[in-house]
């Protein structure tokens, strides 16, 4: 090698080699939270640019020498033109007095998403089930001081880091954090959890600090959390609701029974007698009146109200065919159309022959 053989890395200066004084400034793509940049072992009195929203750490000899805001500086260094080479010449090339600048950004992130990757556990104290959670939102950070960010996570031989590499960096550490503190203000919730949205900002409020003693460490800032939804597993709450909605229904419809009931009184227990005869008049096995009201389960008050209707309607026979005198008198004060009406329905319901209802509807007439 020559006595003035090029240090290898100045093929990244402009030209492919180093000049009298170069101007060093951020040449990364922006979306990159730190950048090494590419030209190392500069000249002294080199120029550095540093943008706003960003910060320039430079390193000399393994060190941070000084990080740099935005402005225009004139670094020194122990390189100088020439001499600098012939100093290279002893180590190959490569320079003794090595110095480089990263650039950090201390603009505030783009949104990163995160979220829960198993569900919550939790159970809900009013309806006494247990059911699961799963959280998301997303969050900001900025850099906040570059030499710490440097040495704790890009250190001396990463490139860059991207906000997805940032967020990879720090799931598992999130998710323990983000789980332990919903898990306890869930279930201490003495509300059913039904309706969890309505505590978003409480729970964005609660894990903040949190996440801001995680980066911290790392010499950043969260600028914004936030938790944009808490998803119950709504599969239990599914089948209390249709219990719920059957309970509701059977109560409905028993009071709109009683209510009825209320109403009709004793002409609905008339009408419930000419329905039941309609039926054994309709069943042609039927045996005998009181052994089919028997069998239907009808009851004691059933085969009064039948009997008192057909009783009532067939009283119009003589007094001499064995009717007591009393029912005889009551007969005779009854009201002839009640009777007339009592003696067509059981026409109609099959239960008297048409010469059966035309001689006691004959003999009704003739009492009037």
């Known amino acids: 090698m020559g ?8 093929t990244a200066y402009v030209g492919g080699r180093k000049h009298w004084a170069d101007v060093i400034k951020n040449s990364g793509p922006g979306e990159l939270m730190i950048w090494r940049q590419p ?5 002294t009195n080199s120029t550095l640019i540093v943008m706003p929203g960003e910060q320039a750490v430079f ?22 033109p020439f001499i600098s080479r012939m100093r290279n010449a002893l180590t190959g090339g490569i320079s003794t007095f090595h110095c480089v600048v990263y650039f950090v950004r201390t603009a505030h992130s783009e949104e990163i998403r995160w979220g829960t990757s198993s569900p919550i556990q939790a159970r809900d104290k009013v309806w006494g089930v247990r059911t699961s959670i799963r959280a998301r939102g997303s969050y900001k950070v900025h850099i906040d001081n570059a030499a710490r960010f440097l040495e704790k996570l890009a250190g001396g031989h990463a490139s860059f880091e991207t906000q997805e590499g940032l967020n990879r ?10 789980k332990s503190v919903i898990s306890a203000g869930v ?4 509300t059913e959890l039904i309706g969890l949205d309505a505590k978003l900002d409480e729970f964005s409020g609660l894990l903040k600090p949190v996440v801001d003693e995680i980066f911290e460490n790392y010499g950043m800032k969260c600028s914004a959390f ?15 609701d249709e219990s719920q909605l059957e309970a509701i229904k059977k109560r409905n419809t028993a009071q709109g029974e009683a209510s009825a009931m209320q109403i009709l009184g004793e002409g609905w227990e008339r009408q419930q007698a000419v329905n039941l005869m309609n039926t054994l008049a309709a069943n042609p096995d039927a045996g005998g009146i009181g052994t089919m009201g028997a069998g239907l389960g009808m009851g004691m008050m059933a085969g009064g109200m039948f009997g008192s209707l057909a009783g009532q309607t067939f009283s119009s026979q003589a007094p001499g065919a064995g009717r007591p005198a009393s029912a005889e008198t009551d007969v005779k004060t009854e009201d002839p159309v009640e009777r007339l009406g009592k003696l067509k329905r059981l026409l109609d319901a099959g239960l008297i022959e048409q010469s059966e209802y035309d001689a006691r509807k004959q003999e009704i007439l003739e009492g009037i």
């Open 59 to 80: 390193v000399k000899g393994g060190t941070v020498e000084q990080v740099f805001e935005n402005g225009t500086y004139r670094l020194s260094t122990e390189n100088y």
């Open 187 to 190: 279930n201490n919730l003495n």
């Open 3 to 10: 006595l003035f053989s090029k240090n290898a890395n100045e």
């Open 39 to 43: 030209e190392e072992d500069f000249n």
């Open 169 to 178: 960096y720090f799931i598992n550490e999130f998710q323990s954090k983000i």
């Open 226 to 240: 936030s938790v944009s939804a808490l998803d119950v597993d709504e599969e239990k709450y599914d089948m209390i």
